[in-house]
């Protein structure tokens, strides 16, 4: 049974799986839909057109759905989606897109986003990432699966950052972040792959040396970008599965850099 604390206030309209709990004076706007076994915080408010999937925490003081922070935002019918199983701690803003846009911010499953963090209009969240203490995303940001943002990073916007990739505390991004490498500084720089988080996910050493290679190749050799990305299309025609589609993950994100790389 639904556990509603009876100072929390929900609008009639909204609607909530029978099992979703709210704590005390949470406010819950009327085109806002919150589906089995998730738990809204005390004093947590949730407007917009906004829709929560199953077993999500949001902890308290967190606000989900509010109007974008964008002055060409004129009220428009925009959305928050929210996948299954994502874990948002205190003071967390999450905002609706804009009709510049898709129209949606999005976040899929199991991320793990920490206290102060924004995630502003039109955001594209991946799953399993981590967004550590008061990350800052600005409009119109990618974030790949499985990536890591370090605390107090700030992204700007139409920034995107690959799959598997990590930025380490403090760092700002200002350039897309391709997958699987590390980052930091102010501007970013690039450090290395990703490889303990790789190893953690179950990468044969095999292919954690294949990543290496074409790290070596856009970063170390001296290569122009068209050069590297030439020489991971050969990579790519690899006959270990895994490997080959790893370097398509590379040559696509590469391919749709329109902000330039980190280097």
Same mark, same amino acid.
């Given at each position: 049974?639904?556990?509603?604390?009876?100072?929390?206030?929900?609008?009639?309209?909204?609607?909530?799986?029978?099992? *979703?709990?709210?704590?005390?004076?949470?406010?819950?706007?009327?085109? *806002?839909?919150?589906?089995?076994?998730?738990?809204?915080?005390?004093?947590?408010? /949730?407007?917009?057109?906004?829709? /929560?999937?199953?077993?999500?925490?949001?902890?308290?003081?967190?606000?989900?759905?509010?109007?974008?922070?964008?002055?060409?935002?004129?009220?428009?019918?925009? !959305?928050?989606?929210?996948?299954?199983?994502?874990?948002?701690?205190? @003071? *967390?803003? +999450?905002?609706?897109?804009? *009709?510049?846009?898709?129209?949606?911010?999005?976040?899929?499953?199991?991320?793990?986003?920490?206290?102060?963090?924004?995630?502003?209009?039109?955001?594209?969240?991946?799953?399993?990432t981590i967004l550590a203490n008061a990350?800052?995303?600005?409009?119109?940001?990618? +974030?790949?699966?499985?990536?890591? +943002? $370090?605390?107090?990073t700030g992204v700007h916007q139409y920034?995107?950052?690959?799959?598997?990739?990590?930025?380490?505390?403090?760092?700002?991004?200002?350039?897309?972040?391709?997958? @699987?490498?590390?980052?930091?500084?102010?501007?970013?720089?690039?450090? $290395? +792959?990703?490889?303990?988080?790789?190893? !953690?996910?179950? @990468?044969?050493?095999?292919?954690?040396?294949? /990543?290496?290679?074409?790290?070596?190749?856009?970063?170390?050799?001296?290569?122009?970008?068209?050069?590297?990305?030439?020489?991971?299309?050969?990579?790519?025609?690899?006959?270990?599965?895994?490997?080959?589609?790893?370097?398509?993950?590379?040559? $696509? @994100?590469?391919?749709?850099?329109?902000?330039?790389?980190?280097?």
């Amino acid at each position: 049974m639904a556990a509603i604390h009876p100072t929390a206030l929900i609008d009639p309209a909204a609607e909530l799986a029978a099992d *979703v709990a709210v704590g005390p004076y949470a406010v819950i706007g009327p085109h *806002v839909r919150i589906d089995a076994g998730s738990r809204i915080g005390a004093h947590c408010v /949730i407007e917009g057109r906004t829709s /929560i999937g199953p077993g999500n925490r949001i902890f308290q003081f967190a606000s989900i759905g509010a109007a974008p922070q964008d002055k060409k935002y004129a009220g428009e019918p925009t !959305r928050l989606e929210i996948g299954a199983g994502n874990t948002i701690r205190e @003071f *967390v803003t +999450i905002n609706t897109g804009t *009709v510049q846009d898709a129209g949606v911010t999005r976040l899929g499953d199991d991320n793990w986003i920490m206290a102060y963090v924004h995630i502003a209009h039109d955001c594209q969240l991946g799953s399993h990432t981590i967004l550590a203490n008061a990350v800052q995303l600005a409009g119109h940001v990618h +974030i790949g699966d499985w990536a890591v +943002i $370090g605390g107090i990073t700030g992204v700007h916007q139409y920034v995107r950052v690959g799959a598997h990739a990590m930025a380490g505390f403090q760092t700002r991004l200002s350039q897309d972040l391709p997958p @699987f490498i590390t980052a930091s500084g102010n501007p970013a720089a690039a450090q $290395g +792959i990703n490889a303990e988080g790789l190893r !953690r996910r179950g @990468f044969s050493p095999e292919r954690i040396a294949a /990543i290496k290679h074409m790290y070596r190749l856009i970063y170390r050799q001296g290569l122009p970008l068209d050069a590297a990305r030439q020489a991971i299309q050969a990579q790519s025609a690899s006959g270990d599965a895994d490997m080959a589609a790893d370097a398509r993950l590379m040559l $696509g @994100f590469l391919a749709n850099a329109s902000r330039g790389i980190v280097r």
